[in-house]
């Protein structure tokens, strides 16, 4: 299919403020996007995810949308201790029962299940000025953790609609509800855990800019930041006191920071190839007052084999340091209040994922897809491991199969 430049113009403007947040275009009927997601850890978690979404222009061009997500997981969850070269048994977090991890291989609660419905609204409105605003309410909920968060933003236009300037602000709410109640942060295992619930708060902002550069490209450009106070220590995980031999000797529950101040910078460009095709690459500075910074590099090229078959492959690599208080386990017993977690997603890690989304779309509109994605994470740990920890596996190392059905229709 040939494109026109007043054609191309339009769509590099629609896809800016689809990307920034805003909606454009009319539409007479609904618009439905419809997924089911399955994400498997090897002999780790599992979930099954199904999720639709909504959305519906108005006559006055004001846009309404309503999402649903639930996310069903299962399978075994590390704990944070260290893997040994003797089996290890620990006490599940309900203090009803306990599972024993064989030697050789790192601890893990095969007991994990959880299910997680999330429900969103938004509302995206023209002003008479031209220019948008739009808000959003989210409600998330499992059995341990609840989670409300409201948005609100607007959409400025100028130079003939080829720069758009967005910004917006949110704020989130959760309530963590730790089963068996949360411990007491680097305190023995043995410790008895409080009662009550734990909560914490997150604000965020964040300004973009869109800017055609040409009939067949544009860039985007978006900072943020954002603040969180509360209950950041993840309940159920604990670290490992390693002997000089490297075996365990005793476990204590990790301790968190009870702020966390997290800063962004992301980029994407986007370029409608002479021949029908799209190439999209994108990048993402984190940074946070834990420590931790991480680079995201992303490319996509939509191949279009014809009007019907499309096909996305797709390559992104991801690396970040530590944070400040990560430690893969503990050479001696902690001060009571040391910040320290053993949790492998607050290491020195990288990850790489390698996949493509095959898409099919009908006569009547309507698009069929397929989407498969390998991911493999690895850690870049290059500090010297005691004794037996030498040879043993590390949890930062994982594995993830990621497949997902789509069905986009309207009506």
């Known amino acids: 299919m040939q494109l026109t430049k007043s054609n191309l113009i339009s769509q590099l403007t629609i896809a800016s403020m689809t990307c920034l947040g805003a909606s454009g275009a009319v539409q007479a009927e609904w618009e439905v996007d419809s997924a089911m997601l399955i994400y498997d850890e090897q002999d780790r978690v599992s979930a099954v995810e199904p999720a639709i979404s909504l959305k519906k222009t108005q006559e006055d061009g004001s846009v309404i949308g309503v999402k649903v997500v639930v996310d069903a997981l299962t399978g075994a969850s590390p704990n944070g201790a260290t893997a040994s070269d003797q089996p290890q048994t620990f006490t599940r977090p309900s203090g009803k029962g306990s599972y024993t991890t064989p030697a050789g291989e790192i601890p893990l609660d095969d007991t994990f299940k959880d299910t997680r419905a999330q429900v969103s609204a938004s509302y995206d409105a023209p002003?008479?000025?031209?220019?948008?605003?739009?808000?959003?309410?989210?409600?998330?909920?499992?059995?341990?953790?609840?989670?409300?968060?409201?948005?609100?933003?607007?959409?400025?236009?100028?130079?003939?609609?080829?720069?758009?300037?967005?910004?917006?602000?949110?704020?989130?709410?959760?309530?963590?509800?730790?089963?068996?109640?949360?411990?007491?942060?680097?305190?023995?295992?043995?410790?008895?855990?409080?009662?009550?619930?734990?909560?914490?708060?997150?604000?965020?902002?964040?300004?973009?800019?869109?800017?055609?550069?040409?009939?067949?490209?544009?860039?985007?450009?978006?900072?943020?930041?954002?603040?969180?106070?509360?209950?950041?220590?993840?309940?159920?995980?604990?670290?490992?006191?390693?002997?000089?031999?490297?075996?365990?000797?005793?476990?204590?529950?990790?301790?968190?920071?009870?702020?966390?101040?997290?800063?962004?910078?992301h980029t994407n460009y986007r370029r409608h190839l002479s021949w029908g095709d799209t190439f999209d690459a994108s990048y993402r500075l984190t940074s946070d007052d834990w420590g931790i910074t991480s680079h995201t590099v992303e490319t996509k090229y939509r191949w279009n084999w014809n009007e019907k078959f499309s096909l996305t492959p797709k390559v992104r690599y991801y690396q970040q340091t530590a944070a400040d208080f990560y430690q893969h386990h503990l050479d001696e017993s902690p001060e009571f209040g040391d910040h320290l977690s053993s949790d492998s997603r607050l290491s020195e890690l990288s990850a790489f994922t390698v996949g493509a989304k095959l898409a099919y779309r009908t006569e009547s509109g309507s698009e069929f897809s397929l989407r498969l994605e390998q991911y493999e994470q690895s850690s870049d740990d290059k500090h010297a491991l005691p004794g037996v920890q030498e040879s043993l596996p590390q949890s930062s190392d994982l594995s993830a199969t990621i497949v997902q059905f789509g069905y986009k229709f309207t009506f």
């Open 127 to 265: 002003l008479a000025s031209g220019d948008r605003y739009n808000l959003g309410l989210s409600v998330s909920s499992e059995y341990d953790f609840t989670s409300l968060s409201l948005n609100g933003g607007m959409t400025h236009y100028f130079n003939q609609k080829n720069t758009t300037l967005n910004w917006g602000v949110s704020l989130t709410q959760d309530m963590i509800r730790p089963v068996g109640g949360a411990p007491i942060g680097s305190s023995d295992i043995s410790l008895q855990r409080k009662d009550g619930d734990e909560q914490r708060t997150t604000a965020e902002a964040r300004v973009g800019i869109s800017q055609v550069l040409d009939k067949r490209s544009l860039i985007q450009a978006s900072v943020g930041l954002a603040s969180s106070s509360g209950y950041h220590t993840d309940p159920y995980k604990f670290v490992s006191q390693l002997d000089d031999n490297g075996r365990p000797v005793a476990y204590f529950y990790e301790n968190r920071p009870d702020n966390r101040l997290k800063t962004y910078l």
